[in-house]
């Protein structure tokens, strides 16, 4: 399930270990040449995990706490048989084995609380409005209203972030994350889908993002003592994993202090066996494909020129195993959710969830980056417009939980 993750942890931890080794700023040597990294401050590990997991039969077996540490480098944790072996000289107490486990008791009960989950399907929100860009350059990049593109631009401009966490790919297949740190670097990522990668299922209706996790730890070993700011754009499932690692205090999640998050449709990102399931069903060949934006439909762009629309029901074979099981469309978890959907056409649904990402999206209005659609059209306060945007997210957040329940999935939001 995390051969990927696996993967790309090792290589970071091996290219990790050998930087950190030369500059021995982080690491002390130890015995036959090894090095032991410091530890870590996470305000929960293993010891938590087997008393509130464990001890209490909640745990599957699934092993994403021992695959994860192994995956990571230290290797403390073995599970053989339904028995957990323990080595607490081999833990940097890190927090990663109880940050990543999906049977945590406390852990969704804070979330579901603290993001006012009950309210709504679409979760809570402060204002949900519609916006376009000001700026002619990312107009010209983006296929909706280029909000995300134009808060990256305002955050790093104000010195509000260091560094945007975005993904970039070449073609259809495979985006990979980075961290944009540049106006053009952002720039370039516009209109990436965010990348799915491997993940690991909850039963709660919502998807742990595992290459974020990767990721994040590759950046933390490249430069524990880091103290950049960071946003990122996110899926469901990445935004998901963010605050799960921000609960306990992995590193370097809590530097991340802005999620932007995508609707779910718009974050589908594809590898080349959903996109064989995709080809049978519609009769459209990968090679014949420019680009793809999903909104309230997919829209396919020929590199001919010609445009393809495809319904939802068709595209979610776009999706994973997993992706099915997931519940959230409109990104509960991110400070702002943005996405076409329920907007006019040059326009960006954004629904502003935290404090946070009221006083972002309100400084990048006040600092001419971005326009709300009502300031253009609608001197009333857009009232059609909101009920107009709520009913479509409500429809669509009623689509993913009908596929979640199809899956197995009976949690209700």
């Known amino acids: 399930m995390i051969e990927s993750l696996l993967s790309l942890l090792s290589k970071g931890d091996r290219e990790g270990h050998e930087e950190q080794g030369r500059r021995g700023d982080a690491m002390t040597a130890g015995p036959e040449g090894h090095f032991a990294r410091a530890p870590e401050s996470a305000t929960k590990g293993f010891g938590e995990l087997e008393a509130e997991v464990v001890r209490t039969g909640r745990c599957s077996e699934c092993r994403a706490c021992v695959d994860l540490c192994a995956a990571d480098g230290p290797g403390a944790l073995e599970l053989d048989h339904g028995a957990f072996t323990f080595r607490a000289d081999e833990c940097t107490e890190c927090g990663l084995c109880y940050a990543v486990c999906p049977e945590v008791p406390w852990a969704w009960d804070d979330l579901r609380d603290d993001y006012d989950l009950d309210k709504s399907d679409i979760g809570h929100d402060r204002k949900i409005t519609s916006a376009a860009t000001r700026s002619a350059v990312v107009k010209a990049r983006t296929a909706d209203g280029g909000v995300a593109t134009s808060l990256l631009w305002y955050l790093l401009d104000t010195g509000r972030i260091d560094g945007a966490i975005l993904s970039r790919g ?244």
């Open 170 to 413: 070449d073609g259809l297949v495979g985006p990979n994350l980075f961290v944009a740190r540049t106006r053009d670097e952002v720039l370039a990522a516009s209109g990436t889908r965010a990348s799915r990668g491997a993940s690991l299922a909850t039963g709660l209706g919502v998807i742990t993002n595992l290459d974020l996790i990767a990721f994040l730890r590759s950046l933390h070993k490249e430069d524990p003592d880091s103290r950049e700011r960071l946003a990122i754009v996110a899926s469901p499932c990445q935004a998901y994993a963010l605050r799960r690692l921000q609960q306990t205090g992995v590193a370097p999640a809590p530097r991340v202090t802005t999620v932007l998050g995508l609707f779910c449709y718009e974050a589908l990102p594809l590898n080349k066996r959903e996109w064989q399931r995709f080809e049978e069903a519609t009769g459209l060949r990968v090679g014949e494909i420019e680009k793809v934006h999903l909104g309230e439909e997919l829209v396919v762009t020929m590199k001919d020129g010609g445009m393809r629309h495809v319904d939802l029901d068709t595209a979610s074979l776009l999706a994973g195993p997993n992706c099915l099981r997931c519940m959230d469309f409109t990104n509960w978890f991110a400070d702002l959710s943005v996405g076409a959907v329920g907007s006019d056409p040059g326009f960006t649904t954004v629904v502003v969830r935290t404090e946070g990402g009221l006083s972002v999206f309100e400084g990048a209005i006040e600092a001419g980056y971005i326009v709300e659609w009502t300031t253009l059209f609608d001197k009333e306060g857009g009232k059609p417009l909101v009920r107009r945007i709520r009913a479509q997210l409500k429809d669509q957040t009623q689509r993913k939980i009908k596929l979640a329940h199809r899956a197995g999935i009976r949690r209700e939001t």
